[in-house]
């Protein structure tokens, strides 16, 4: 096998992605449960994760007031993505990519402010090539609508997703106008 992925995130999830990246020739050292994160991470050496792959894990909600389940999924879901990448990232090398896969909340129960839950992913991306500042580690967030085979493509490309946007631009209809075009290439920028 290839270089090493770390894949964490929701059990089914972790599966597949982990599996389109095997495809992809990668060694996947896959982790569903949060708290073997740390016992993974101590197999690794410094400097050897060629790629981590962050994907949303499910988060029960059950407090009984609104405040009391958006301080839980807050602390228990994306706040806890800040302390899984803590833990890996002194794990990249020095060329590592992360893809941090945006994710729902799970059920009506609680507020969703999609762009909020994509801000505070955008700000751990930041954090992490803050972290990472020696090497050329790149990190992106995309929206968790991308097939497994997206994200192992992703991957591959470090998050560089420059041609493929190039790509899609260049197959818009040359029979729209300017409003029309520009509403469609802004809607190929935005993040999930």
Known sequence: ?????????????????????????????????????????????????????????????????????????????????????????????????????????????????RHARIDLLRVLARAILAECEAGDVRAVVIGNDRSPADIADIVLRRGDESGKKAAEVAALPGDMNYADWQREFLSLTTEE
């Open 1 to 113: 096998m290839g270089d090493t992925a770390l894949v964490t995130g929701s059990a089914a999830r972790v599966e597949e992605v982990g599996a389109a990246l095997e495809q992809a020739g990668f060694s996947v050292r896959s982790v569903p449960d949060p708290g073997d994160l740390a016992g993974a991470c101590a197999d690794l050496e410094a400097g050897s994760l060629a790629c981590y792959v962050q994907l949303p894990k499910e988060t029960k909600v059950d407090g009984p007031s609104l405040i009391g389940r958006v301080r839980q999924f807050l602390a228990e879901g994306l706040l806890a993505r800040f302390e899984s990448a803590s833990l890996v990232a002194p794990l990249l090398a020095k060329d590592g990519c992360v893809v941090l896969v945006a994710g729902n909340l799970p059920g009506a129960s609680t507020p969703d402010d």
